[in-house]
């Protein structure tokens, strides 16, 4: 189970971060469907938690995963 929910969230973390440098996404420049403020680092953010969720998946570090994510 929490092998799944580390996939899933981290999967949703990595497409947040994406869409965060797609131009098209953000409206202003500063928001991500225009409702979320972001920028760069925050993208790097959201990648770095994302590419860790999945790591955590394929290396079964997902109960820590969570339980960091969860503090």
Known sequence: MTRT???????????????GFIPGVTMDGEYLFGIFAVDAVHNLIHLLVGALGVAAYYWDWSRLYCQVLGV
Request: net charge neutral; proline share 0%.
């Open 5 to 19: 929910f580390a996939l899933v969230i981290g999967v949703v973390f990595l497409v947040a971060g994406i869409f």
